[in-house]
């Protein structure tokens, strides 16, 4: 029940096209102004009980202009006029309280509430205004100073009231700041963890880690990395076959099976270009057994796809590796793209477009790092185009050890 209440609360003036941090300011607004007001009937109710009746209709009619202004928030979804109503209204009421009371002293400090409205700005407004409204927090304060010898009346308050009120109005205004900054954080936490989430989702770990801590040129040569392609064989004249949500599904079928091998060798995902699926092994993480770990890899992935229909679909892949120096870096600066660079990376290229469906084809360089551990076949001699002809080999599977 308290769950549903809540959730109504926080959609309250709510529109579609909000962003997360607006969405997050607006809701923490609107949970706050609801215990404000409520607030205002207690303290109102309390203050006309001990025979101050002038003193309580001020947090009464706090209460009052507070939800008529949260009422007409979630009519217009005018945001700004409700941040300004509010935070106006929390930073006058406690003055006037003040003063209706008697002075600082007699007032139980009440004037304290009034700091709840620069820091309010700090969380629903831009910070570059927050200083305006501790300007006029502390102007209040001053004026309150001045005006002391003036007011300085008894009221109906007993001492014990009085000091009652103050424990409630310290402890009272700690907590809401303690509340309030503790909710915005943790909202804050939630939204960084899901960024950062979705960023390592298009770069690596130790990429990110260095945008974070400083942003830079990031460009690293890496003397020894794998390469691989693989790319489904007669995709043009399968895809005229199906409509654009089947295809789409079916490739991430295939290439999110492919993300978890990925995950489960410990190498890097590079990107897809249409069908085709590129991963390397030794960047941005040196390895020593970046081919074998690549090979494996292709295995896995050459069975799974022969063992597998995807939407009613039999499909073959071609699978081509290379190995040798690359150079790897980050290019853009909005949509980051991780990407490699090389002769090695063109190969590799080259040994997909120029492979067999169901097979995978390496170069003389993979096959001189992985022939102890896996079964190679000769395929002979491959004319490769801006290469010329190049030996290739097959790997059938892994080499049986004795």
């Known amino acids: 029940m308290m769950e549903n209440i809540i959730s109504w609360v926080v959609r309250i003036g709510m529109d579609p096209n909000d962003d997360d941090d607006i969405r997050l300011r607006k809701s923490l ?38 939800l008529l202004s949260i009422i007409h928030f979630g009519r217009t979804r005018r945001y700004q006029f409700f941040r300004f109503s509010q935070l106006m209204l929390i930073l006058l009421l406690p003055f006037f309280l003040m003063l209706a009371l008697g002075g600082f002293v007699n007032g139980s400090a009440i004037i304290l509430w009034s700091l709840s409205s620069p820091l309010g700005a700090l969380l629903f407004d831009k910070p570059s205004n927050a200083p305006r409204w501790f300007m006029a927090f502390v102007g209040l304060v001053v004026l309150s100073g001045f005006l002391q010898p003036y007011i ?24 809401f700041v303690f509340v ?14 899901k960024s950062e989430a979705l960023l390592l989702n298009i770069l690596p770990k130790e990429i990110v880690a260095t ?23 007669n995709f043009t004249p399968l895809s005229a076959t199906m409509t ?26 590079i990107k897809t270009i249409g069908d085709c699926y590129m991963v390397a092994s030794g960047v941005p993480r040196p390895r020593a057994d970046h ?32 190995s040798g120096p690359v150079v790897a870096g980050v290019i853009g600066h909005k949509k980051f793209s991780y ?28 096959y001189e790092l992985v022939k102890d551990d896996f079964v190679c076949e000769p395929r002979g001699t491959v004319d490769v185009k801006g290469k010329g002809e190049m030996e290739a080999w097959f790997v059938t599977g892994q080499r049986k050890r004795k």
């Not at 309030?180 to 963890?193: L, S």
């Not at 974070?212 to 693989?230: R, W, Y």
């Not at 169901?358 to 993979?366: D, E, L, N």
């Open 211 to 233: 945008l974070k801590n400083e942003p830079q040129t990031i460009a690293d040569h890496f003397e020894g990395a794998s390469i691989l392609f693989a790319d489904v064989v």
């Open 29 to 66: 607004l609107v949970i706050c102004a609801f215990p404000f007001a409520f607030a205002g009937l207690v303290w109102g109710s309390i203050y006309i009980l001990f025979g101050e009746p002038l003193a309580g209709m001020i947090p009464l009619s706090y209460s009052a202009i507070s």
């Open 339 to 366: 990407d490699l660079w090389g002769d090695a990376v063109n190969t590799a290229s080259r040994m997909e477009s120029h492979g067999q469906g169901g097979s995978i084809q390496i170069t003389r360089a993979t």
């Open 180 to 193: 309030m900054v503790y909710y915005f954080i943790g909202q804050k936490n939630i939204f960084q963890e």
């Open 291 to 322: 081919a074998q770990v690549l090979i494996a890899m292709a295995l896995e992935m050459r069975d799974y796809v022969s063992q597998h229909e995807f939407l009613g679909h039999k499909l073959s892949f071609r699978i081509g590796l290379n």
């Open 244 to 269: 654009a949500t089947e295809l789409v599904e079916l490739l991430n079928e295939v290439f999110s099976h492919f993300d978890l091998l990925t995950e489960k060798y410990g190498l890097e995902k």
């Open 152 to 175: 300085g009346v008894a009221n109906n308050l007993s001492s014990g009231i009085v000091i009652f009120f103050f424990v409630i109005n310290v402890t009272g205004v700690g907590a």
